[in-house]
């Protein structure tokens, strides 16, 4: 799922070719995509872009007349820049959900897969806007006593904490393993039992790790459009890398696998060296579940 550094690369991207364009016509290929009724999407044909914000993960295109575009894209959603009247596609792979057509081009949201999440509403007025915003700080607005008390407000896991969007806006599954990784801290330590220097590092880490990947993928995608928007990145620390050495100590990159989704971790750099128990192995393991690496490295054998 795209999260802040990519969603703020989309609107930057989007910005420099739609802002003050007038949106032509709005084409709608997925009955699934639409997910509002009032006002209808006709209403924002013919209005211009007077603005782009982020909220959260989401993208809210601001028209004439106080109407908004707000879309989440959530796993698979991702957007493309072709030119004006452009087709949408109809690869099964990689489906066309909608294009909106501006004079300079086609802006083509598609979605890979099949399970349809990525979703788009049409609203009217700052409250409806509000309502699409989950409330979570801005985690490169605010200082240390603000991330503190979003962080500590309830007693969650760091790893929870951080990709709550009403705790923290924008910080999703990859980019939190980058920011506790480089904090040092385990994604399973309970937000109630931080020290005041552990929560100052984790802010710390924060920061540096969204400005980071920010200012590197506005590198690499220049005065181009976004295409290689994706979750798994070369660079990243531990972020899907499992089994792979951590860049800062060579232990091997351990994992917890929950739903759809995973925990990448160092056990060296972030647990002391202890294995945090995955979900389906140490099921089938139970009391032979190893605790440490060198345990690890011994089942393997």
Known sequence: MPELPDVTVYIEA???????????KVRIASPFLLRSVDPPVSAVEGREVVELHRLGKRIAIGLEEDLWLVFHLMIAGRFAWMEAGAKISRNPKKRGLAALDFPNGSLILTEAG??????????????????????GV???EVDVPAFREALTRRNHTLKRALTSPSLFSGIGNAYSDEILHRARLSPLKWTERLSD????????????????WTER??????????KKVTAFREGMAVHGRYGEPCP????????????ENEVNYCPTCQ?????????????????????TLEELEELSR
Request: charged share 35%; with cysteine.
């Open 14 to 24: 989007l910005e420099a070719r739609i802002l003050g364009k007038p949106l032509q």
């Open 114 to 135: 099949t399970k349809k999440r990525a979703s788009l509403y049409v609203v009217r007025g700052e409250e409806s806007l509000s309502e699409h915003d989950r409330g």
């Open 138 to 140: 801005e985690p490169l």
């Open 197 to 212: 220097e552990e929560i100052e590092r984790l802010y710390e880490a924060t920061r540096a790790v969204l400005i980071e």
């Open 217 to 226: 993928l506005r590198a690499e995608t220049g005065d181009g459009f976004p």
């Open 248 to 259: 800062a100590c060579g232990s091997p990159v351990q994992r917890i696998r929950y739903a």
């Open 271 to 291: 647990t002391e060296g202890k294995l945090l128990a995955d979900r389906a192995l140490s099921r089938l393991l139970k009391k032979d579940w190893p605790r």
